[in-house]
């Protein structure tokens, strides 16, 4: 299955070219209106575990690299992004967008979601 999997902040505009977007927080995104937020699926059972997520949070830049490492092996366990990988064979899309809330566009859990997916998709 050929998927392009993009990345964006729930703060950046929509495009057409997002295809299936997907909000992949726990929690609604701070200063958004759920109105205002256009997604088609939020998909809280793929996200960090609160232990790994609250740990990683407390330096996210010197931490990156093993939060990556735990998250993925969370991933690879979790009936929740089996489930959600089983969904998406089933949608008729080529582009999936993850949507996040961080502040920091190179060290976030949706890097690490969308190579896992990636991986499982190949």
Request: net charge positive.
């Amino acid at each position: 299955m050929k998927i392009q999997i993009k990345i964006k902040r729930v703060y950046d505009e929509p495009s057409e070219s997002d295809g299936l977007r997907v909000l992949v927080d726990k929690f609604w995104p701070r200063g958004v209106k759920k109105i205002d937020l256009p997604y088609d699926i939020w998909a809280k059972g793929i996200v960090p575990s609160d232990v790994l997520r609250q740990t990683f949070h407390k330096d996210i830049p010197t931490r990156f690299d093993e939060f990556a490492k735990q998250y993925a092996q969370e991933l690879r366990k979790s009936e929740g992004f089996h489930s959600f990988i089983q969904d998406l064979k089933t949608r008729n899309t080529d582009t999936l967008t993850l949507l996040y809330a961080s502040r920091f566009p190179k060290t976030n859990h949706a890097l690490v979601l969308q190579k896992e997916i990636e991986r499982v998709l190949k």
